[in-house]
Structure formats: C-alpha cells, structure tokens
C-alpha cells in the first residue's frame, strides 16, 4: 500500500486534495463517500454486454424471420406497422426521443465537468436518466420485433445500424443502475449522440421535400457534424482518462509522465477531434492508448469523408436548389416506384390520388413515389408543389419526390434508384394534341429503362392502339400496357350494347367511395342504394388450393357464402410461366368449367368487393366439397360427381327435390329413350290395326295378338264402328264403310290444316304489305325531302357560265373521298335503332382554323391531288369491336359518325360492317338530320382531342355544347334518347347535369326534382329545397352525380386511375380487355325465383340460367322499403263552406273503392300482374348498382345486368336485352 496526490480536472485545479488510493482495487474514499473510478475493467464489462445484446437480437431476429409463419409473424407486423409508423412520422415523438438523447448526453457532460472527481452528481438526473432508458428499451424492442416479423432474412440494413446504436446505450445505462452501490460512473450513453442524428433524419424525411432548400441542408450537415465530433471526443476522452493496465495492449513506460500532463476534459477532447478531421494537428494533445491511437485512425479517416460530404452536400444544395435537382435517398424500410415521361398536372394528380387512396391503405402504406419529370415541365413542378401544398393533402408531403431529368440517361436513372425501385410507369399526357408523339417518346424511355435494369416492372400508359406494337418491341410485356383508346372507345362500345356499362366498369377500374358527412337528399331515394355499390373494386386474390378442380360456379358460390354477400368471384387469372409468357384471364368462363386444372400455373381469382378482407375463401387444408346444382341430399338412388384433382364433390340432389338440376348428357340420353319407345309403340300400333282391319277381328283380339302395345296407347287405334264395342261383322261392306269413313275424316282434318294456313299466310302477306306500303311512303317522304334541296341547289346553264366566267374556268371535280365511306340508307334512318357517334375534333380543328372552306380539302387542291386528305384517326374499330363483341351478329346495331372529315382510319372501321358517315359539322342541324338523330337508339358525344385554353373550364366546351343541344332538340320532339357524353376533366361534369323526361306532363327536369310550374306574379318557395339540392348535386364527386350512376358520362380520369391500380392488380390491362370482349345482357327479374335479396339472386341466376349478374338497374324513384301496397286511408271530412258535400263524397268513393279492392283479393284466381323491366323502358329513369351487398333487397322492375358465358350456353328469357 502506498499513497501519491491525485490531480483534478481542470474545473478544480486550485483546489487539488490527497486521497489515499489502493492499488489493486483502484477503490477512492472521498468525504465519506464510497466510489470508483472508471477503468479498463469496467470498459471490458460494458464492452461485452454490447456485443452481446448486439449479436443476440441479431441472431433471436433471423430465426424469428426464417419461421415467422409459423408464429403469426405477419400478423404481428400488420398489427405493429401503424404504431411504428406512427413513431417514426410523428414529429413530437421523434422531438421526445430527441429530448431523450439529450439528457443522456448532457448527464455524461455533467459527470465529466462536476466538481467531484469521481462524477457524483445529484440523485435526480440519474434517476431521469435511469427512467428515460426505460422507455428508449422499449421503443428499440417494438421496432425490433417488427423488423424481425416484416422481413425475411432478418432485420434490415437500416435496422441493423440503430441497433448498433441502441445496444451501445440502454445496457450501458441500465447496467449502471442495477449495479446498486454504483461502483462506478462509467457507461456509453454518449453514444446517444449518434441517435440524435438519426432521428434528425426522421424528422427531415416528414418535411415536405419543397422546404429542403440550402438552410435545411446546412442544418442537416451540421448536425451530423456535431454528433460525430461530440460521440468521438468522448470517447477519446473516456479511453484516455482509464485507470488500470491499459488493454488490450499495455501502454508504453515512457507515457508515464504524459498521463500526468494531459488533461482530457470535455474542451480539450473536443478540439482535438476537431483538429483531427481537419487534419491541422499541432501536437499539443495525443493519445497515450493504443486503443485511442486506433480510434484517432478511424476518427481521422471517417472525419474528412464526413467533412467533405458535407461541403459537397451544401454546394450541390446551393446548385441545384429547388428546380428539381437532387436525389432520391433509398430508404430500406420502405419501396418506392418510379413514374416518368410526360404527364400533365392534372394526370399526376389523378394517378396520386389513386395510388394513395384510403382503400389501399396497406399496400401504400411504405410506398413512395419518385416523379422524373422532363427539365422543359417547370409549370408542371410548380404546380404539383402548390398541389402538396394545400392542407387535404400534407400528409402525402413526405412520401412523393419531384426530380427533374430524364429517363433516357443513365445518371437520372440512378437519382431516382431505378435498379432498386418496385415499379415503373411510363405516363403520357392524356390531353396531349399529338399523341404519336407521345407514345413514340415514351417506348424510347422503356428501351433506355430496359437496358438500365431489365428485372424492373414497367407500366405503360399509351394513347393510341396502333402504337402497342412499338412499347412490345422494346420488351415491354402486353399484360402491363393500357392504351388510352382502348379503354375510352371499349367502355362507350359497350354503353350502346348495355345500359349503365361505362358507370359500371368505370367504379370496378376506380377507387370510389361516399365524401365524409354526406347528407343523402330525400328527393333521390336511389343514391342511398347506389352509394352500397360504388365502394366495390376489383381485387386479384390467389385461389385457395382446395378450389383446384373444381368448377367455378361452385367455386363463386361458396366464396359467396362465406363472405356473406360481401365478395364475388367474377373471373380467374392464371400468372404467367416465364418473363415473355402470356397472362391467362378468363372473366365468367362458365358455371360447368373447371378451375385450375394445369398445376404449373398460379391461379388467382378476381373478385370484386369493398376490401381484400371481405374476400372469404375454403381453408386450404381441407378438402373443398362442391355440387353446382345444390347441397340438397339425396333420396334412393345416389350418384357422385366426376372427380377431380384436389376436390371431393358431394352427392347431387335427388329428382323432385329443391337444386335439382339435369345434367345435359341425362337430358340426352332421355331423348334417344323417348324416341326408342315412340318409335317401337308406333310400330305396334300399326301392326294391331292392320290385324284388326284385314283379320276381321276386335279391337281387343287384336291388342292381344299382337301384345307389345304400351298401356295407354290403345286408345290411339281408330275408333270401333259399334259405340258399344261389339266385333266388326265379317261381311266386307262393314270394313269398306270404316275405311271410307276414316278416310273423310282425315280429309278432312287436312282440309282445315290448310285453311288454316292460307289465312295465316294471307294475313302476313298483308301485314307485309301495309309495313312495306308504310317504309315506301317514309322513305319517298324522304327522298322528295333531299331531292328539293338538291334541286333548289342546282344551277342553270346561263349561271354555270357567268360562274365559270367569274372563277376564270370551270371548277374541279369534287375530290374523292378517303375510303369510300358511305352515309346511312333511308331505309336504316326510317327504321331507327342505330348509335349515333358525335365526333368532336377541336384541337385539330383550331390548329388549322383559318381561310374559308375545309382545311384539308384546301391542301388537297393545293398539293394536285385528286383524293380529300383524310383527317385525324378516331379509332372506331374498337368501339365497333367491343359494341357487337360477345353477342349474335345480327343482334348488332348500326352506327352513324358525323365528323368533319373523313376519319384516316375509316377503313378499318368500315371493314366491321354497318358503319356509316356523314361529313358536315356535327352540330349543324342538317347534319343532324342526315344522321338520323330521332330515330337513334343512343348518341355519343365523343372528343377526339382536347381544346388547348389555360380555362380548365372550357376545354370541354364544345362537348358541353353538344349535348345541351342534342337534348334539347330530343326534348322538343318527344324523345327519350341518352346521350353519353365524353368529357376531359372532372370539374365540367357538373355544366351537363341529367335531364329526365317526366312520362306525365312531359316536361323535363333535373334528376331527382320535381319543380313544379309557377305562375305568374306565385312566390317560388316551395322550389327552394329543389334548388338547394341542385347546387348541392353539382358540388358531389362526378360519380356520385346522377348523369354517371345512369351510364351517360365517361371522365378520362377513368384511365389514369387504372394505370395507377396495376400497382395493385398486375393483370388489369388483360382483365380489361376481357371485360370489353365480354357479352352482357339485361333481364328482368325471373318470375320463378322466389327469392329477398340480391345473395339469393346471384345463386339463382347462377345455377338456373348459367349468368353470372354484376349489377341491378333500378328506377330512380323507386323506395324498396315502401313497396308493399298502400293502405286506403280514409279522408278526413273539412270544415268550410261549402266543403261538407264534397268531403262525404269523397270519403264515400274511398270506401267503395276499398271495397272493390277487397272483392279483387278475394277473387284473385289470376296472379296479380308486377310490372317488371322491359327494354322499351326510358333509359333515363335507371341507375346502375354495382354488385349490391347481398343483403340488399331485389325489387320486381329491377333490371339485372349479367355477364355471359365464355363456354356453354344461357338460358336467357325472351325479354333479354343486348
């Protein structure tokens, strides 16, 4: 034992005291107080609990990822994704736990700068501090667990790195306060430093990516400057102040006098840092340690990288500013996908709006979204900062990142981290005037992202069909390209084959749902019930194995069942086998069609619902037993199913019961039976009356002789002579009188089949001939009609001459036109029914708005050439593909453009039969006319291009325009025609609210108001809430507006909403293309169903008429609740003069009339006659309701939308409508 003065710090120099010091204990006794100063001992200890914690949470986190089915792990991680994610975005919890850290490294400080030598500070912070890593364990555990259940391998990169953090403070700390006496103050919660900056970090990725400018870069620098320097310095501080042999390699003896000399306090260890990664080092401060010679190494190389990055950050932020510039910075917990090419403002708001839609909620939940726009869209920039500007939509600030550059260089490839990116879009501006430019730049994009990363997922959105082969060549596989006229011209195709189609493709390819705090209008009892139906969308689910085999129906039903009338099985989707290999959709291949039957394909099923958690399916460890015809059992007699792969069928129901259904195959095989025994009855028939006609025997001897005849069938022979049934006489006149009579007799009833025949002749030759006399005199009308025009149009020689006298010549010939097009017979515009297309061309037409007279023709005559240019493509083939696609050809209608010029692809179109033009100004009256626009079956006002204005509200004037025309001229001569209107924008649905003919009065009125007339000098309040509702309609969302719900508006937002959801459904390009090659047909509801709602319905509908029904179209006034037939009720007699008479009459007449309903009741041996759906109903007076809950009650003049089979026939009644 031996004694020597121990220095103090440099905070108490002047007051130096001798303290008596063992040598091998290193224990100090100071005013009483028992203490410890920190040594090597302790460093080892707190060393090893690092790496302990570190390598077990580690090691415990990849054995929970490896089997984490096993303990519900992805349950956990979705239970824990909203709390952790809450953590992380929350700027006051992050401010918390910075506040936390803090403390931490201000307690260090205070022991390091305290009086006491030995860092005894007041009990209070310890205590703070003790809580507070108390509450850093349990964050560090949370986050731990959800990594360890959200990955597969293990905790991620990023994870890995706070844990090496995290494990170097709360063991420390806690290890310290569980040591009871507190031996001694040593720990590593300076190292809370390091987590400062991370949750610096965290706070800058939840500021909008606008506000992190030059200021925000040189904070973020300084603090990761200040951390580094501050964690470094003490533990430079701390290594070097140890007392002990010094480890792992005892120091040398002549550092003896320097540990005496230096001083290494919280200034001087944090200059010499400073002067270390400045690489300045005047040499006045240095290591003793080996261990602290090896950190100034790492301090040294890791400090100038430090500091040059951060130079390098804050010129590169002064540089490139806020146009832009910059980089996408790679999170590991989170995916982002990338969107390119050019879009405008208004598709880059509809694509985020619906890739962050509350229904995928989920899936976006870590998803964020890299925008590459070009260098020449700084409007766009702009205005997409001004859009996450706006409070409804802050919350998307931190989760979209607008660079500019180009996808065709490999280094803005790399800003945006494209090889590590999901998913890829390539979007076009949809309002652009010149769309073959636009899908010619974006496959030269796909080419350059193709030869960038070739494994990443490329979504193209095109303008044109035409163009698809150019994205294919590149590589992009057809299942991920939409084109844009695909979607538009399929979905008004087939609104003319079936009413409400746009609505209801429109819904399923379109997040929607009902605005928070909508209050429904009493006035419009349908928008309660149609509003169950928007909240539907289409979701590609994988089959549950045990469904393999079986056949769909079965398959749809039971998903049906299980889900309780929330989930329906529309189609199934078969992945493809290799990258190049063809996805295979199918969309209601038909009840009897087996699922599933190649094993080497993953099938997923295509269910529409209202959330992928309503999607019910059979578990997959049990055997699914299935019967198509119904789970009734069996009485006598059983016989199973045909088995299949991976299904058990249960027995079929027995005849007579409930869900008996014939096969086909007995059906047959019952006919052949039938025919056998009619044959073989017949056969003895003639053999017993050739006996008893030449034998000269009775009719019983003869059924005796011959024996075979069926029971029965005896009466059949020819009737005896004698009433009583004696024996023919033998005598030949007898048999000579039968025979003459039977011959008269036969005559007879010859006679009368052809009198019979020759009247029905006659009246349908006449029929003909009063139809045929009609048709002559319409269509002579008509002719006389043109033929005075063209009369009163032609010119007589002596004016041709002075014409030609003053032109210099005579004219030219009119100029052939490009593909011969041919306008609509007058017998077609007598007989009606056709569609009537409306084409719109307002770009084209303004850019070659000029000199007078058409601008095409006029470059015709100038070029020399004898054939009218054609004008802009139109696209009309597919609209005629998908119009007649899935039904019988003769049921297809005929369809009328008016266009201005000859479409370029008119060729094509007229290649599919029945298509007509009719050059002229659509909207000029005579054209109109021409076009047949009374006799129409439906008009479409379609737009083939934008008009180019900075007016949002005019770019679809003209279509405004049109159909406020068309619906006038309908209304003044008594029609009811829909007109489907095409629109741009959103925002101008509200400027071509529906009109609804009244079949009463006539008059027409908004939908769902009832504004009566006034007179003159009347007070207008009881129009008051009329009107209300009226503005309060125009303020809803376009799909909840009534003009929608009836199936006569399409937005274009339609498309970029289904571009965005391919993110979630990989197969809804193909889905698409099966739904507009589908056939639909509208019923009404069967009469032998006996069923409440629409579950029941579905499962009749299904198993009877093999149609599967995705969709009601229901009156806009009809009220379910109040169907039942209203109670008479009794008039209350009125006081007032004069009154008494008339309110007896009228309660007498009540009375009456309630008895006569009564005695109706009672007689009622007809049934009472429901008026149900017809085709001649007025298309303006329904609403289309897209896959109802099942418990939604079927009214009986519902009109059911159902979808035909690919394979097998339907059992369709004779009001089916196509």
């Not at 030059?214 to 603090?223: D, E, P």
């Not at 790679?330 to 990338?338: A, E, G, L």
């Not at 045909?642 to 047959?668: F, K, N, S």
């Not at 006489?729 to 006679?751: C, F, I, M, N, W």
Request: glycine share 8%.
């Amino acid at each position: 034992e031996h004694t020597h003065d121990v220095p103090s710090n440099a905070s108490n120099a002047s007051n130096a005291t001798s303290y008596t010091i063992l040598s091998h204990s290193h224990i100090h006794f100071h005013n009483g107080t028992f203490c410890q100063l920190p040594s090597w001992d302790d460093f080892q200890v707190h060393l090893g609990l690092y790496l302990g914690s570190l390598f077990f949470l580690v090691g415990v986190s990849m054995m929970l990822s490896a089997c984490r089915s096993a303990w519900g792990g992805e349950q956990v991680a979705r239970y824990l994704r909203k709390i952790v994610r809450d953590f992380t975005m929350s700027k006051v919890y992050l401010i918390i736990q910075a506040a936390i850290s803090l403390l931490m490294c201000g307690a260090h400080v205070m022991r390091l700068e305290a009086e006491d030598p030995y860092g005894n500070i007041a009990s209070l912070w310890n205590r703070l501090e003790s809580y507070s890593c108390f509450l850093y364990l349990l964050e560090l555990l949370v986050v731990w667990l959800y990594d360890s259940a959200n990955s597969s391998g293990g905790v991620s990169g990023i994870s890995i790195t706070r844990l090496a953090v995290d494990c170097a403070v709360v063991p420390s700390v806690l290890f310290r306060w569980f040591s009871g006496s507190q031996l001694s103050h040593f720990s590593f919660s300076y190292v809370a430093s390091l987590r400062v900056y991370g949750l610096w970090c965290a706070f800058r990725s939840t500021l909008s990516i606008y506000r992190q400018g030059v200021a925000l870069q040189l904070v973020h620098a300084g603090i990761a400057l200040a951390s580094f320097v501050f964690c470094m310095a003490m533990f430079v501080q701390q290594v070097e102040t140890l007392t002990g042999p010094t480890w792992p390699i005892p120091a040398a003896p002549s550092f003896a006098n320097v540990m005496q000399a230096q001083r290494w306090d919280l200034a001087s260890s944090v200059y010499f840092v400073l002067l270390t990664i400045t690489t300045v080092g005047y040499g006045d401060l240095w290591p003793r340690s080996v261990l602290g010679q090896l950190l100034t190494v790492v301090i040294t190389t890791v400090g100038i990288f430090l500091v040059l990055r951060t130079a390098h950050g804050a010129f590169d932020a002064a540089r490139l500013g806020m146009g832009g510039g910059g980089h996408y910075e790679r999170k590991t917990s989170c995916k982002h996908v990338v969107v390119a090419g050019t879009p405008s403002y208004q598709v880059l708001c509809d694509f985020v709006q619906e890739l962050y839609h509350e229904d995928h909620m989920h899936e976006a939940d870590d998803l964020n979204l890299v925008l590459l726009l070009n260098p020449a869209m700084r409007s766009t920039v702009q205005a997409m900062k001004a859009y996450f500007g706006k409070v409804q939509n802050r919350h998307l600030r931190h989760r979209v990142w607008i660079l500019q550059g180009s996808a065709l260089k490999r280094r803005d490839l790399d800003r945006v981290s494209y090889k590590d990116c999901t998913m890829a879009w390539l979007l076009p501006n949809v309002y652009a005037s010149d769309p073959e430019r636009e899908d010619v730049e974006n496959a030269m994009r796909a080419l350059a992202m193709r030869r960038h990363t070739p494994y990443v997922r490329i979504a193209a959105l095109m303008l044109k069909l035409e163009h698809q082969p150019l994205m294919l060549s590149v590589g992009v596989p057809k299942g991920d390209i939409l084109c844009a006229s695909e979607v538009k011209q399929g979905l008004l195709g087939k609104a003319c084959q079936v009413q409400g189609f746009t609505a209801w493709a429109a819904i399923l390819l379109k997040n929607t749902g009902v605005p928070q705090g909508m209050a429904y209008d009493v006035n419009r009892p349908w928008l309660t019930e149609y509003t169950k139906g928007i909240a539907n969308e289409l979701y590609e689910v994988s089959l549950s194995r045990a469904y393999l085999g079986a056949p769909f129906g079965a398959i749809a039903l039971d998903v049906l069942e299980r889900s309780d009338g929330a989930a329906f099985l529309i189609g199934v989707v078969e992945e493809a086998l290799f990258p190049g290999d063809e996805t295979v959709t199918k969309l209601f291949p038909g009840r009897s069609v087996y699922v599933g039957t190649r094993e080497d394909r993953h099938c997923k099923g295509i269910f529409v619902a209202a959330c992928r958690e309503d999607i019910m399916q059979h578990p997959t460890d049990r055997n699914f037993s299935w019967n198509i015809e119904g789970a009734a059992p069996l009485a006598g007699g059983q016989t199973s199913a045909p088995q299949h792969p991976h299904a058990v069928p249960e027995t079929l129901a027995a005849a007579g019961t409930q869900g008996y259904v014939r096969e086909p195959r007995d059906i047959e095989a019952d006919k052949l039976n039938l025919t056998e025994e009619t044959m073989a009855a017949a056969a003895s028939l003639r053999s017993a009356q050739g006996v008893r006609t030449f034998a000269k025997v009775s009719q019983r001897e003869a059924e005796r002789l011959v024996g075979g005849i069926p029971a029965g069938r005896s009466g059949m022979l020819i009737p005896e002579i004698d009433a009583e049934g004696a024996d023919v006489p033998e005598a030949t006149g007898a048999g000579d009188v039968a025979k003459a009579l039977l011959s008269q007799h036969q005559e007879a009833q010859r006679e009368a089949e052809r009198e019979a025949e020759v009247v029905e002749i006659e009246e349908e030759i006449a029929a003909d001939a009063r139809s045929m006399a009609l048709f002559q005199r319409a269509v002579k009308f008509v002719e006389d009609e043109e033929e005075e025009k063209w009369i009163g149009r032609m010119q007589m020689p002596e004016e041709q001459e002075m014409d030609d006298e003053l032109w210099g010549g005579p004219q030219p010939p009119p100029l052939t036109l490009h593909g011969a097009p041919r306008e609509p017979p007058a017998a077609l515009l007598v007989r009606g029914g056709h569609v009537l297309i409306l084409a719109l061309d307002t770009g084209r037409r303004n850019k070659e708005s000029g000199a007078a007279g058409s601008p095409t023709a006029r470059a015709s005559r100038e070029s020399g050439s004898k054939m009218r240019a054609p004008g802009s493509k139109h696209g009309l083939a597919q609209l005629l593909r998908s119009l007649r696609a899935g039904i019988p050809r003769h049921r297809g209608r005929s369809v009328v453009v008016l266009a201005d010029e000859v479409p370029r692809d008119w060729p094509a179109a007229a290649a599919e039969g029945d298509a007509y033009l009719v050059l002229g100004p659509p909207l000029s009256g005579s054209v109109l006319r021409r076009g047949g626009l009374q006799q129409a079956h439906l008009v479409i006002v379609h737009q083939l291009t934008p008009c180019v204005t900075d007016d949002p509200s005019t770019v679809d004037a003209e279509a405004v325009f049109a159909v406020k025309l068309i619906e006038s001229l309908i209304t003044a001569a008594g029609k009811d025609i829909p007109v489907l209107c095409d629109l741009m924008l959103e925002r101008n649905s509200f400027f071509t609210p529906h009109l609804q003919r009244m079949q009463k009065s006539g008059k027409i009125v908004v939908a769902g108001s009832d504004v009566p007339e006034q007179k003159d000098g009347q007070e207008d309040e009881q129009t008051q809430p009329e009107r209300k509702m009226h503005v309060e309609d125009t303020q809803l969302p376009f799909y909840l507006q009534t003009r929608f719900a009836n199936g006569q508006l399409f937005v274009s937002r339609v498309i970029t909403a289904a571009a965005a959801n391919m993110m979630y459904n990989p197969a809804l390009a193909s889905i698409f293309q099966e739904l507009i090659s589908s056939g639909y047909v509208v019923i009404p509801v069967p009469e032998d169903w006996s069923g409440d709602n629409y579950m029941q319905l579905f499962t009749f509908i299904m198993r009877r008429k093999n149609l599967l029904a995705v969709g009601l179209l229901r009156k806009l006034s009809a009220r379910i609740e109040e169907e039942e037939p209203d109670e008479v009720e009794e008039v209350a007699p009125t006081t007032g003069k004069g009154g008494d008479g008339k309110s007896k009459e009228k309660a007498e007449s009540a009375k009456a009339l309630a008895a006569a309903v009564a005695a109706l009741g009672e007689d009622a041996n007809e049934p009472v006659h429901v008026q149900r759906w017809s085709p001649s109903d007025c298309p303006s007076e329904r609403c289309v309701i897209v896959m109802p809950p099942g418990d939604m009650k079927v009214a009986d003049h519902d009109g059911i939308m159902c979808m035909l089979p690919r394979t097998g026939k339907a059992v369709l009644p004779k009001l089916a409508h196509f």
